[in-house]
């Protein structure tokens, strides 16, 4: 596994920071660990709306999709 030492924080962000590790009931070490996953787990995926947006920009090829014709359902007894 890998350390990260992050220098020259500001006492009352260090504080603050310290109040929320306590909130929910982890280390500061822990909580910046599960903080760093959240963005970075983030990145990975995009959301909907960015797919969207991608899908809509000049030049991105969309999956071909068979002509069938539709069926629509019947409600004989």
């Known amino acids: 596994m890998a350390s990260l030492t992050i220098r020259n924080i ?3 962000a260090k504080q603050r920071f310290r109040e929320r590790a306590a909130a929910h009931g982890r280390s500061m070490e822990e909580e910046a660990r599960q903080m760093i996953l959240a963005v970075v787990a983030s990145k990975d995926r995009p959301s ?4 969207l947006y991608r899908a809509s920009r000049p030049g991105v090829e969309l999956p071909a999709v068979d002509d069938t014709p539709a069926t629509y359902a019947t409600f004989d007894e």
């Open 48 to 51: 909907i709306g960015e797919m």
């Open 10 to 12: 500001p006492e009352d």
